[in-house]
């Protein structure tokens, strides 16, 4: 089976302080992945996407950065939190019948 | 970049009224279209998909959506809502690789 795990579940940091969530996927090869960000009243939205290993496209420009170091894994990044990072994140996997998404990881900036 | 535009943030009906939840996109090109579901406390499920085909396409749950090319439109519809189909609905556009949602619409249905 194909799952998409994402690590923290939860995680509550102080503004100014660096961000590390993590993404992997099992059960496929060379999928593509996707980080949302989802915050009420604002739907999902795409923050970036990848379709293979060092390939990150950006659709928000903000201070967050993505990499992909392998196949089956996606990380989010920020160097310094802002409080508007708060939120839902989303990693997600597509395929041909649409997007699989992880269990969120649920952000607070204070 | 294509977009997605939910026209309703908040739609509260009665048990038994007929839905209708707007969708618009704006790509001009080749694209997929879904909706999904996210009940309370629960992931974002997929509800229904169009590819290609028949534009009125059956989802689960009694949910249906017609996709009119013209009108760059896939509304989601239901003749019947029930109290448990209270929870955002999000519609999505995907084009190639570019997969975007909607802001959503939180649907209310009172018992």
């Known amino acids: 089976s194909q799952t998409i795990h994402q690590w923290p579940a939860t995680l509550v940091q102080p503004v100014g302080s660096p961000l590390s969530l993590e993404c992997t996927v099992e059960?496929?090869?060379?999928?593509?992945l996707y980080w949302y960000r989802q915050a009420a009243g604002r739907g999902l939205q795409l923050l970036f996407y990848s379709v293979g290993i060092g390939q990150i496209s950006s659709e928000v420009p903000q201070n967050l950065s993505a990499s992909r170091p392998q196949d089956r894994q996606f990380i989010l990044s920020s160097k310094k939190l802002l409080l508007s990072d708060s939120g839902f994140y989303l990693c997600?996997?597509?395929?041909?019948?649409?997007?699989?998404f992880g269990p969120g990881t649920r952000l607070t900036v204070t | 970049a294509q977009s997605v535009s939910q026209h309703n943030h908040h739609v509260i009906l009665s048990e038994a009224a007929s839905l209708e939840l707007g969708c618009n996109y704006s790509?001009?090109?080749?694209?997929?279209l879904f909706w999904y579901v996210q009940y309370p406390g629960q992931h974002l499920q997929l509800l229904l998909k169009?590819?290609?085909?028949?534009?009125l396409v059956k989802g689960i749950k009694g949910f249906e959506a017609e996709f009119i090319k013209s009108k760059f439109s896939f509304n989601l519809r239901k003749p019947s809502v029930q109290w448990s189909d209270t929870a955002e609905y999000f519609c999505?556009?995907?084009?190639?690789?570019?997969?975007?949602f909607g802001a959503g619409t939180r649907l209310t249905v009172k018992p």
């Open positions: 999505a556009v995907r084009n190639n690789n570019d997969m975007r």
């Open positions: 169009y590819f290609s085909g028949d534009p």
């Open positions: 790509y001009g090109g080749t694209v997929n």
């Open positions: 997600a996997r597509s395929s041909t019948q649409g997007q699989y």
């Open positions: 059960g496929t090869s060379n999928p593509n």
